[in-house]
């Protein structure tokens, strides 16, 4: 069984991003099903993304960056930042975070 945390960096500002909002969903036969939601805390990070450990399997976490900056009246490009990922085995944790700006994105497997 795996864990996973995330952390919304705006490189724009230098600064975390607060009160993004992130959904966390797994690949099933019956299509992609929601395992958790959350919001980052003043720090940019939900540390606890889920009470359980995760199965192995594919998921992908998606990150509402289009409304982050539109609270501060930013424009951007892109509506959402999505992280697709597998998780092979058990016992693992995953940190992905999202590194964001209005005119990009992108991300790592961080510790």
């Known amino acids: 069984m795996s864990t996973i945390s995330t952390h919304v960096l705006d490189t724009a500002l230098g600064r975390p991003a607060a009160d993004v909002a992130i959904a966390l969903e797994q690949q099933t036969a019956e299509g992609w099903l929601p395992v958790a939601k959350g919001?980052?805390?003043?720090?940019?990070?939900?540390t606890a993304f889920t009470p359980e450990v995760l199965t192995p399997g594919h998921y992908r976490l998606t990150a509402e960056i289009g409304d982050y900056f539109a609270?501060?009246?930013?424009?951007?490009?892109?509506?959402?930042?999505?992280?697709?990922?597998?998780?092979?085995?058990?016992?693992?944790?995953?940190h992905l975070p999202f590194l964001i700006s209005p005119w990009s994105w992108s991300t790592y497997r961080g510790s």
């Open 39 to 46: 919001i980052t805390n003043a720090d940019g990070r939900i």
């Open 71 to 94: 609270t501060s009246g930013r424009e951007t490009l892109y509506v959402s930042a999505q992280i697709d990922f597998r998780i092979p085995g058990t016992g693992s944790h995953y």
